[in-house]
Protein backbone atom coordinates (compact mmCIF):
# COMPACT_ATOMS: atom_id res chain seq x y z
CA UNK A 1 0.00 0.00 0.00
CA UNK A 2 1.20 3.27 -0.84
CA UNK A 3 2.15 5.74 1.89
CA UNK A 4 4.27 8.30 0.28
CA UNK A 5 3.12 9.93 -2.87
CA UNK A 6 5.85 12.23 -4.25
CA UNK A 7 5.70 14.21 -7.87
CA UNK A 8 8.62 16.58 -9.34
CA UNK A 9 7.28 19.41 -11.17
CA UNK A 10 8.83 22.77 -13.19
CA UNK A 11 7.85 25.77 -11.38
CA UNK A 12 8.22 29.56 -12.38
CA UNK A 13 9.75 31.69 -9.95
CA UNK A 14 8.75 35.12 -10.48
CA UNK A 15 11.14 37.25 -9.72
CA UNK A 16 11.56 41.18 -9.81
CA UNK A 17 12.95 41.49 -12.85
CA UNK A 18 11.13 41.03 -15.89
CA UNK A 19 12.80 37.69 -16.06
CA UNK A 20 10.76 34.48 -14.74
CA UNK A 21 13.30 31.44 -13.96
CA UNK A 22 11.99 28.05 -14.21
CA UNK A 23 12.93 25.70 -10.58
CA UNK A 24 12.24 22.21 -10.21
CA UNK A 25 10.29 21.33 -7.02
CA UNK A 26 9.09 18.45 -4.96
CA UNK A 27 5.45 18.30 -3.99
CA UNK A 28 5.35 15.30 -1.29
CA UNK A 29 2.39 14.21 0.27
CA UNK A 30 2.60 11.53 3.55
CA UNK A 31 -0.36 9.28 5.03
CA UNK A 32 1.93 9.98 8.51
CA UNK A 33 1.11 13.10 8.26
CA UNK A 34 -2.51 13.49 6.71
CA UNK A 35 -3.53 17.17 6.68
CA UNK A 36 -0.15 18.44 5.21
CA UNK A 37 1.55 18.63 1.58
CA UNK A 38 5.69 19.90 1.56
CA UNK A 39 6.99 21.49 -1.26
CA UNK A 40 10.66 21.37 -1.48
CA UNK A 41 12.96 23.66 -3.56
CA UNK A 42 16.48 22.68 -4.49
CA UNK A 43 19.42 24.33 -3.04
CA UNK A 44 20.09 26.33 -6.70
CA UNK A 45 16.88 28.04 -6.02
CA UNK A 46 17.31 29.46 -2.59
CA UNK A 47 19.10 32.22 -0.83
CA UNK A 48 21.01 30.46 1.79
CA UNK A 49 22.16 27.68 -1.14
CA UNK A 50 20.24 24.83 0.66
CA UNK A 51 17.50 22.79 -0.27
CA UNK A 52 14.54 24.60 1.66
CA UNK A 53 11.24 22.47 2.29
CA UNK A 54 7.56 24.64 3.63
CA UNK A 55 4.79 22.93 4.85
CA UNK A 56 1.40 23.54 4.45
CA UNK A 57 -2.08 22.14 4.52
CA UNK A 58 -3.64 20.29 1.53
CA UNK A 59 -7.17 21.86 2.20
CA UNK A 60 -5.38 25.29 1.06
CA UNK A 61 -3.82 23.85 -2.13
CA UNK A 62 -6.91 22.45 -2.87
CA UNK A 63 -9.12 25.53 -2.07
CA UNK A 64 -6.30 27.75 -3.52
CA UNK A 65 -7.01 26.68 -7.05
CA UNK A 66 -10.76 27.93 -7.49
CA UNK A 67 -9.80 31.00 -5.26
CA UNK A 68 -7.42 32.79 -3.05
CA UNK A 69 -6.73 31.01 -0.20
CA UNK A 70 -4.43 31.86 2.80
CA UNK A 71 -3.55 34.30 5.06
CA UNK A 72 -0.24 33.57 6.50
CA UNK A 73 3.06 32.78 5.70
CA UNK A 74 1.47 30.27 2.38
CA UNK A 75 -1.04 31.84 0.10
CA UNK A 76 -2.53 30.34 -2.78
CA UNK A 77 -4.95 31.91 -6.06
CA UNK A 78 -5.35 31.13 -9.93
CA UNK A 79 -3.39 32.91 -11.77
CA UNK A 80 -4.82 32.06 -15.19
CA UNK A 81 -6.62 29.73 -16.60
CA UNK A 82 -3.64 27.19 -16.59
CA UNK A 83 -1.56 28.18 -13.90
CA UNK A 84 -2.04 28.78 -10.20
CA UNK A 85 0.17 31.30 -8.09
CA UNK A 86 1.72 30.21 -4.34
CA UNK A 87 3.42 32.61 -2.64
CA UNK A 88 5.19 32.03 0.78
CA UNK A 89 6.16 34.61 3.12
CA UNK A 90 9.08 35.31 5.01
CA UNK A 91 11.24 37.37 7.04
CA UNK A 92 14.08 37.70 4.24
CA UNK A 93 10.96 38.29 1.12
CA UNK A 94 8.30 36.67 -0.90
CA UNK A 95 8.79 34.00 -3.41
CA UNK A 96 6.18 33.49 -6.14
CA UNK A 97 6.19 30.19 -7.87
CA UNK A 98 3.71 29.46 -11.40
CA UNK A 99 2.35 25.84 -11.31
CA UNK A 100 0.39 24.44 -13.92
CA UNK A 101 -3.18 23.70 -12.38
CA UNK A 102 -3.74 20.36 -13.92
CA UNK A 103 -0.57 19.04 -12.07
CA UNK A 104 -1.50 20.63 -8.69
CA UNK A 105 -4.80 18.85 -9.59
CA UNK A 106 -2.96 15.15 -10.26
CA UNK A 107 -1.39 15.65 -7.13
CA UNK A 108 -3.91 16.19 -4.88
CA UNK A 109 -5.73 13.03 -6.75
CA UNK A 110 -2.81 10.74 -6.38
CA UNK A 111 -2.77 12.24 -2.36
CA UNK A 112 -6.67 11.40 -2.22
CA UNK A 113 -5.92 8.39 -3.17
CA UNK A 114 -3.66 7.45 0.17
CA UNK A 115 -6.11 9.01 2.42
CA UNK A 116 -9.80 10.50 0.90
CA UNK A 117 -9.80 14.39 1.98
CA UNK A 118 -12.36 14.85 5.33
CA UNK A 119 -10.35 11.23 6.28
CA UNK A 120 -7.30 12.52 7.55
CA UNK A 121 -8.23 12.29 11.55
CA UNK A 122 -8.28 8.12 10.79
CA UNK A 123 -4.66 8.30 9.50
CA UNK A 124 -3.42 10.24 12.75
CA UNK A 125 -1.31 8.25 15.71
CA UNK A 126 -2.09 10.45 18.71
CA UNK A 127 -0.31 8.03 20.81
CA UNK A 128 2.88 8.61 18.59
CA UNK A 129 2.27 11.96 18.86
CA UNK A 130 1.85 12.78 22.43
CA UNK A 131 4.84 10.62 23.03
CA UNK A 132 7.06 12.46 20.91
CA UNK A 133 5.75 15.58 22.40
CA UNK A 134 6.41 13.98 25.90
CA UNK A 135 10.09 13.63 24.78
CA UNK A 136 10.56 16.78 23.82
CA UNK A 137 9.37 18.57 27.24
CA UNK A 138 12.01 16.21 29.41
Known sequence: MITVIEQAMQARLVAIAPKIE?????????RSDP???RMTFPAPATLEGVAVSWTFARELLE???SGPAGHGDV???P???DRTTIEFHAPEGVAIVLLLTAE????LERAASVV???MEHLYLDVDQSLAQLMRDTC
Open 79 to 81: YDG
Open 116 to 118: PPG
Open 22 to 30: IVPVTLCYE
Open 75 to 77: RVR
Open 104 to 107: LQRF
Open 35 to 37: FAI
Open 63 to 65: SGL
